[in-house]
């Protein structure tokens, strides 16, 4: 399978502050997908990216695919305490082609954020 | 609209023992189904995954198995665990229409003691 490299592995950050954090391959993918992961639950789709240099929102995150369709950026603005959580991104297992579901995972990043 | 449920939601087992997680979805038919395993909170690796009835497919060898007795229905089972089994289960759910998007159930805690 791929691998993928998430960072940073962890953030603290204030309440209002804005949040970035990215993933890379080490191959191309056709899909990029964020979670969010609260503890003692499962992960939660936040945002799907199905084109390069597609941006794409969903309230105060923001998510990119890469133009080289090996990275993709998530961006959380003035950052709020309930976006506390573990953030993953993840892509195809076998890259480019038709995983359907079958999904590798970065490592993930852990944010606090201090009221 | 679909849901997905697990459970348990908690488990601890001695080693040795056998295991059974179920995991059924709602308001779908012929989905594909998913087993990941999460270790100490942070990245998933895909276990097992089934296109239909009887069809599963192991992504890792290990000490686990699955089953899809339903259309609906994904159980991950083991004869006698091990220590290493210890994990947060997921299973997951999708369509032939959602592409490589997946939607979680909220997950099973197992401790092998």
């Known amino acids: 399978g791929q691998q993928l490299n998430q960072s940073p592995q962890s953030m603290f950050i204030q309440e209002g502050e804005d949040v970035s954090m990215n993933c890379t391959s080490s191959?191309?993918?056709?899909?990029w997908l964020w979670y969010k992961q609260e503890p003692g639950e499962g992960p939660v789709l936040l945002i799907a990216?199905?084109?390069?240099?597609e941006l794409t929102s969903n309230g105060r995150l923001t998510a990119q695919f890469g133009i080289t369709r090996k990275d993709s950026f998530l961006n959380i603005s003035a950052s709020i305490p309930s976006d506390v959580g573990i953030y993953f991104c993840?892509?195809?297992?076998?890259?480019?082609?038709?995983?359907?579901?079958?999904?590798?995972f970065g490592q993930g990043t852990i944010l606090t954020v201090h009221p | 609209s679909q849901t997905i449920h697990q459970w348990p939601a908690t488990l601890v087992q001695p080693v040795g023992s056998p295991l059974s997680l179920e995991c059924t979805v709602e308001?779908?038919?012929?989905?594909?189904l998913y087993w990941y395993r999460q270790a100490a909170g942070r990245g998933l690796q895909l276990l097992f995954y089934?296109?239909?009835?009887?069809?599963i497919s192991s992504e890792v060898p290990q000490n686990l198995s699955a089953s899809r007795p339903q259309d609906r229905q994904f159980i991950l089972s083991s004869k006698k665990l091990l220590l290493s089994d210890s994990g947060f289960y997921l299973c997951?759910?999708?369509?032939?229409?959602?592409?490589?998007?997946?939607?979680f159930g909220e997950g099973s805690w197992l401790t092998v003691v």
């Open positions: 990216l199905y084109k390069a240099g």
């Open positions: 089934s296109v239909g009835i009887g069809q």
């Open positions: 993840a892509g195809p297992l076998n890259a480019g082609g038709t995983s359907y579901g079958k999904l590798t």
């Open positions: 308001g779908t038919s012929n989905p594909n």
């Open positions: 191959s191309i993918f056709n899909t």
């Open positions: 997951a759910w999708n369509t032939g229409f959602s592409g490589n998007t997946i939607y």
